[in-house]
């Protein structure tokens, strides 16, 4: 069983930068590919980045360029790096593990608790 706990969330003004991280547990994180979704209030939830267990990257169009996937599998840690932040870009930030770099959500079975980022504008 995986846990995944992400933090790094905050408020930050239109234009900032922010990095949140997600930290696992209980598995080989090194084989896990892992994925960043977001849902904002009333939406539904979106696909933002992931990234493979090779490193491979994948970007949602909207964030692409913007944000950048990483990961550090000495601390069993993902990271989104997001810059030019945008008021759309408010929502609460998941991390998920699976087999796989998915797009589609619904093929990780592990989930974080979510982090809130707020951008401001």
């Known amino acids: 069983q995986v846990q995944l706990v992400e933090s790094g969330g905050g408020l930050v003004q239109a234009g900032g930068s922010l990095r949140v991280s997600c930290a696992a547990s209980g598995g080989t994180f090194s084989s896990y590919g892992m994925g960043w979704f977001r849902q904002a209030p009333g939406k539904e939830r979106e696909f933002v980045a992931a990234i493979s267990w090779i490193s491979t990257t994948r970007y949602a169009d909207s964030v692409k360029g913007r944000f950048t996937i990483s990961r550090d599998n000495a601390k069993n840690t993902v990271y989104l790096q997001m810059n030019s932040l945008k008021p759309e870009d408010t929502a609460v930030y998941y991390c998920?593990?699976?087999?796989?770099?998915?797009?589609?959500?619904?093929?990780?079975?592990?989930w974080g608790q979510g982090t809130q980022v707020t951008v401001s504008s």
């Open positions: 998920a593990a699976g087999r796989g770099d998915y797009v589609d959500w619904s093929r990780y079975p592990y």
